[in-house]
Each structure stands twice: as structure tokens, then as C-alpha cells.
């Protein structure tokens, strides 16, 4: 499948201050991780393919051996979805450190990826010298601050040709019922929600001079199965859906099951195939 980034003419974004980013986050962590069981069971996860695919980008300049300070850093690692697989194939001699600005989710970071060096900070004070880090991975989040400040910080700390390697896992819209879902969805969010889907993230690093995308590979992720409970228990982890009063949440989950139930590819069932894919790409500092 091909995902196509529609121009959106929403530049504006990449002026988006990191402080309006992080009220944003700490109003949908605060209200939305409540749900924290359910944010990793339901949440995709990685690939074994996608992690060394990551590896290889990450290292691909040059070589990697380890240095004073940091050797890869993660931006947003969240509860450690991506920490855990990188944590474990990275060479022992390499200094991996994973970030969070979100005490709740740095908290969950720190139980489950016990041994892993980890930092609080935004993506616009990074507490590295300039020129210090090979590689800068960033899973499921840069749309949350795909923006000047923060894209000028990344590319202070990177090491001449150091890498930024950008990952998401998401619906395969090829599919018509996953496509009228997720259209559905985006009925909900605010006007200025950062997602993914809307691609405003792609517009700005696209007119940031100082980073150049080298490559962009789609790969295959493995079909989950849901019911219609577990459906809507997925979107309800999503910012936008967790962030909601309960009563506006029930009525967008219940409109998210009115397409389910109506779909000629899904009204009879009962197990559903929720295909994904996975978009990963790796820019290259100027």
C-alpha cells in the first residue's frame, strides 16, 4: 500500500510553541491515562522487523561507537512501547537514553524498562551538547511537536549526517471499513489536534532546512483482532478520545460502532481483522 501526504497548508504548525504542545499533553495525560492498563495493551506495538530496520537507519551513517555522552536518544518514549525492543538490540557499548516531558508516562517508562537510562525533557531543551548524538528516534509522537523549536533543538544535538528516524504504526486505510472508521473519528478531534492522519507534521519538517528525509519504507504489521468492545477501548487511549468528558466520549465511541455494525464488511461480525501498517521514516541532518 501507498500512504499519500496531502499538502495541507497548515504551516502555521511549525510555530506551535513547545509550551501550548506540552499544556496540550499534560490536559490529555492527566484526564486520558486514567487508562493506563489499557493504553499498552490496546496500543500497538513493534515489530521485530521494524526494530532493526530502525537499527539500520539509526546506525547508518558513518558507524556508531560509543561516545562521552549519548550515542542515541529517544524523544516521547511514553511507557516504553518502542524502549524495551531498542533497549535490548542495541550493541551493549552504545549509550541509549530514553526521554519523556510527562512524569505519568516517564513513570510507567521507568517500571517497565528497568536498566534503561531515562531523562525528563521536551524536545525543545534537550540536555545534550551540540554535535553529541548519532541517532534521534521518535515512535508515535512527533506529531505532538513537529514545530521550529523543537526541530532546531534536534538538529543542534545531532552529529554531522546523525539521523532522525520518525515511526508510526497506523490504520491501513486501503481498507474501505478501517478508511470510513478512521474518517468517522477525525469528526471528533478539535480543529487543531495534532495527528497523525492530518500529516500538518509532514508539512513542517518538508520546509525545516535543516533536515532532508533520505528514506521512507511501509512495512507489513501484523493484523490485530478486536472485538467491537476492544475497538472502542483502543480509541479510547487516542489523545482526542481521552481527553473527553465520559459523556461525549460514549456518544463518539458509540458513533465509531454505528460504522462497525453498518459496514457490509463488518455488520456480521464479531471478531474484527483491524489491519495496520508501518510508516517509518529516516531524515538526515543538513
Not at 510553541?17 to 506495538?45: C, L, Q, W
Not at 521507568?110 to 525528563?120: A, D, I, L, N, Q
Not at 453498518?262 to 531524515?283: C, E, F, G, M, W
Request: net charge neutral.
Amino acid at each position: 500500500m501507498l500512504i499519500r501526504y496531502p499538502r495541507r497548508a497548515r504551516l502555521h504548525q511549525l510555530k506551535r510553541t513547545m509550551s501550548e504542545t506540552a499544556n496540550a499533553m499534560f490536559k490529555i495525560v492527566k484526564e486520558g491515562f486514567t487508562d493506563g492498563s489499557h493504553y499498552d495493551k490496546y496500543r500497538p506495538d513493534y515489530t521485530p522487523e521494524t526494530t532493526s530496520a530502525i537499527l539500520r537507519m539509526l546506525t547508518a551513517e558513518h558507524g556508531v561507537s560509543a561516545g562521552e555522552n549519548c550515542d542515541i536518544l529517544e524523544l516521547g518514549a511514553g511507557t516504553g512501547k518502542l524502549t524495551k525492543h531498542l533497549y535490548k538490540a542495541l550493541p551493549p557499548d552504545l549509550k541509549f537514553v530514553a526521554t519523556e516531558p510527562m512524569s505519568e508516562f516517564l513513570t510507567t517508562l521507568r517500571e517497565r524498562c528497568p536498566g534503561v537510562t531515562t531523562v525528563k525533557c521536551t524536545a525543545d531543551v534537550i540536555p545534550f551538547p551540540d554535535n553529541s548524538i548519532q541517532g534521534i528516534v521518535a515512535a508515535q509522537c512527533f506529531h505532538w511537536f513537529a514545530n521550529e523549536s523543537a526541530l532546531t533543538e534536534i538538529t543542534r544535538v545531532l552529529k554531522p549526517k546523525g539521523n532522525l528516524i520518525l515511526v508510526w504504526n497506523v490504520p491501513n486505510t486501503e481498507v474501505d471499513w478501517v478508511d470510513v472508521l478512521t474518517k468517522k473519528a477525525l469528526t471528533f478531534y478539535n480543529d487543531d489536534d495534532p495527528q497523525y492522519v492530518r500529516f500538518w507534521w509532514k508539512d513542517a519538517i518538508d520546509a525545516f532546512p535543516g533536515l532532508g528525509l533520505k528514506t521512507r519504507k511501509l512495512l507489513d504489521y501484523t493484523t490485530s483482532e478486536y472485538t467491537i468492545d476492544d475497538m472502542k477501548t483502543f480509541y479510547s487511549t487516542t489523545s482526542t478520545f481521552a481527553s473527553m468528558s465520559a459523556d461525549d466520549k460514549e456518544h463518539a465511541l458509540g458513533e465509531l460502532e454505528k460504522v462497525v455494525r453498518s459496514h457490509p464488511s463488518t455488520a456480521d461480525k464479531t471478531i474484527l481483522q483491524y489491519p495496520r501498517v508501518t510508516d517509518l521514516l529516516q531524515y538526515i541532518k543538513q
